[in-house]
């Protein structure tokens, strides 16, 4: 809507990396025919104006050719139609975060009214972003304070304490999915505890009765016994294995045990566990922070005020056990207190000294401490504080170890200014990097479901599954049957090189892994060495002598949606107890992945192997009918030829039947002592000259001549012809021209496109024998993808000249032919037919096209378009050549170098005629020992092709001696190494075979003249 109300060429909003300097368009809006810009952009390729984005300040191009901070990238913003551009940035705290961008294609300037609206509308969508992203806060906030208002409720109506921890710990555990939530009262020697009340999931163990404290170990003993929360996240790797049996029998494999201290003794406890490893998530932390707290205020709610003291104590326990630190900040005085728990989460020892410029911004990620001191300072505000509520990354002071923290506070004020800032912080590093696993999770599904190669395919989940179970290395496995009793191909490895498998068997359907390749289930193993399916396989009994040491072993079936069993997926570690239920869980979920990505791969490949066929079966037959259709144009060819020899063969024999009566006429006279022979030498000039104007139309139709290309003005050259058109058309003719104004340049031949026009106007004049109207007129024009395709054209710009006459017209069956060489509707020895033939191989030569329209009795049209010429070159209408009769005064030498003896000799003596000193060399050789020798001519007139070494070589062997030393080529045929692409190369002369004595003269004295 913004881009149509201010009618520009592009409207768009991107997100800003201010650091790499790049915008990220995911649409924009396009005006007709401009197009899109999605994708990355990198700002420094269109100019310097990034530095005034990065402050904060809009961008206002009026015209990018003038706009010093666009430079000389003024062309690239023009190639995107951005020639005027408006960048309006969208900031946050942290910086410029996005951008409101118009462009247009051509020069404008932009009124304060527009910009005010574009101001407007980045507003807004600023707001609109920031309203979205709080809406995704309230939904989470939302969904945790249902939980908690439910659980305050069941509470409520509970009148005993065992009540209201049982209420707790079902709806805890049931909430956060854990395999139990218990509650314990400690003996009075804090040497053992009684279990009185639980909740176990599904399948869980109880965990009723006493327990002796000792037997949980070493850790236990300690963390308890001082009042800090017991955490371990995996006991098999945390603690001594005789430790962690004991939470292993009861089937704990994490635990987090909050302890109850009362009057300075361990009187409580209240524990959640998960049979296998777990990284305990912020999320659940802070939520079971909270529901801690919650419960015990409603236990205190029933007991006593003694009660009502032990649970006050036990919240405080709680937190501690959640991982919760806390904060306590005085703004006047600047005094800053931790806890042990918040100066773990800064990396410091429990004693450590802090303050608020050298431990709280000091301990935090750089990315992150700006925006940590604007939240904090935002929050002291007196007239509006915001709420304090923030993740940020800590980098450990003295330990160095990166974490994630979400903190939260509240200022107390007083009279107007904060007096007290307090508040907790929260570990949340687990969650974060079970985050990413989920991320993880979810684009490798994204990217198998958009993959078609298998390998790929297979590779993909295989490095996902490794990353997602920490193990050491993991493979897949292509479930290949064989007669021997199976054998399975390795299709991809990932964490360990392919050579670490060489030299062993694939896993065959033993008792260890038939689960997994029979799809029967998963099959996963603390210790492979201490499985009782372990070893039972001849002939080795176990694992081959050599390879990886594998102790925990991981595997999950790839079953397609059939029920077959593609492959299994395989992961291993050296140590034992590494893989558990979760990580079967996430592999269960790639392999469901994979074996979708895989069945469609196959279905692909099946459907392509079907396509290949059929399209064998149409290339088949279209085959066939091609056959039939070369034969056809093959025997159309056959008849073409023809009709071109036998077109060619009687022109030349009319004009041969001339040039040899004649002289025969001659010979005979002059042998009878006669010298009145001018008339047949006359006559077989003429007719030397009609062969080498036909030779000429020929190469003109072939597209063989060489064209000497200039810049040309056509308005100037078409006026400048007026005369000549007016003496050829006749009297009853009339002329007319519409040149239009403004028109383009073209780069070609002038003499040959003076010849092409005057050639259709001789054509059109035929036409109207009874006299008429021709129109000569020009126009700029454009040429579209489509007429280009159809034309074998370049879709641009290019310069139409039309000559239009209202004569008798061309029938609908003739006008296909008017292009073909020696095609004529003229009596015989009116015309030969090439006219027409030469001005299309002339244009298309030119890199144009030639357009005939026609209509019996209302007349014919013929277009020529040639290509716009966008240079500098100096502009010529026509090609004028001056010409000199013969020699100057000065003595002048031309060295003549032709094999051929006879056209060398008429060469000689022609120069000879026009007064030159002349020089023969029969080859190039030849010609450098002439001037070896001491003979340095003025001018070097030489064939382009001989053998052993060129003309064009010989001329550049001696330019290197002679820089001096003028060179005019001639030839025959344009195929050489002066001619390319129909084009004479610059700085060359040409004088094409045949050649009178007059155009001899006149290239030799011009030449010859020139500084």
Known sequence: MLGRSLNVSRAGYGTVDTSAETITIVRDWNAPGILSLAGVLCFRDYGSYIEDLKRGDTVVCADAEEDPRVGDRAQALEAISARALVNMPISEPDGVVALLYLNNATAREWSSEELELIREVAERTRTAVERRRAETAVRENEARLRFLDALNKETARTRDADGVMAVTTRMVGEHLGVSNCAYADMDPDEDGFTIRGDWAAAGAMHTLGHYSLADFGRKAVRELGAGRPLIINDNLREIAPEEAATFQSIGI???????????????????????????????????????????????????????????????????????????DYDPVNDVLRWDTRCKEVFGLPPDAEVSYEGSFLKGIHPDDRQRAHEAVSAALTPHSPTSYNIEYRTIGLEDGVERWVAATGQALFSDGQAVRFIGTVLDITAQKKTERHLRLLNDTGASVSRERDLEKIVQIVTDAGVELTGAQFGAFFYNVLAADGGSYMLYSLSGVPRSAFENFPMPRNTAVFEPTFKGTGVMRSDDILQDPRYGKNAPRKGMPEGHLPVRSYLAVPVISRTGEVLGGLFFGHAETGRFQAEHESALLGIAGHAATAIDNAQLLTRLQALNAELEQRVADEIAERMKAEEQLRQSQKMEAVGQLTGGIAHDFNNMLAVIIGSLNLAKRRLGKGEVDIGRFIDGAID?????????????????????APEVVDINKMVGGMSELLDRSLGELVRLEMVLAAGLWRVKADPAQLESAILNLAVNARDAMPKGGRLTIETSNASIDQK?????????????????????????????????????????????????????????????GHVKIYSEVDVGTTVKIYLPRFAGDDVTSSASQVAAHPGASMQNETILVVEDDERVRSISCESLRELGYNVLEAASAREALRTIENGSVPDLLFTDVVMPDMTGAELAAALSKRHPELKVLFTTGYTRNAIVHNGMLDAGKHLLSKPFAIEDLAAKVRNLLDES
Request: hydrophobic content about 40%; glycine content about 10%; proline content about 4%.
């Open 253 to 327: 494999g994490s635990t987090i045990c909050m302890p109850l201290v009362k009057e300075g003794q361990l009187t409580a406890l209240m524990a959640i566990h998960h049979r296998g490893p777990h990284q305990w998530t912020p999320r659940e932390l802070a939520l079971l922070s909270e529901v801690t707290e919650r419960s015990w205020a409603h236990i205190e709610r029933v007991r006593s005020e003694q009660a009502a003291r032990e649970a006050a104590e036990r919240l405080v326990l709680a937190n501690k056990a959640a991982g919760i630190g806390t904060w």
């Open 787 to 847: 007429y280009s395709r159809e034309y074998a054209l370049i879709p641009g710009q290019y310069v139409l000249v039309a000559v239009t006459d209202n004569g008798i017209g061309i029938p609908d069956d003739v006008v296909g032919k008017v292009f073909d060489p020696f095609f004529t509707t003229k009596e015989v020895g009116k015309g030969t037919g090439l006219g027409l033939s030469q001005v299309y191989g002339f244009v298309r030569q030119s890199g």
């Open 687 to 707: 007719g030397a000259n009609r062969a080498a104007t036909l030779t000429q139309r020929l190469l003109a139709f072939s597209r063989q001549q060489p064209l």
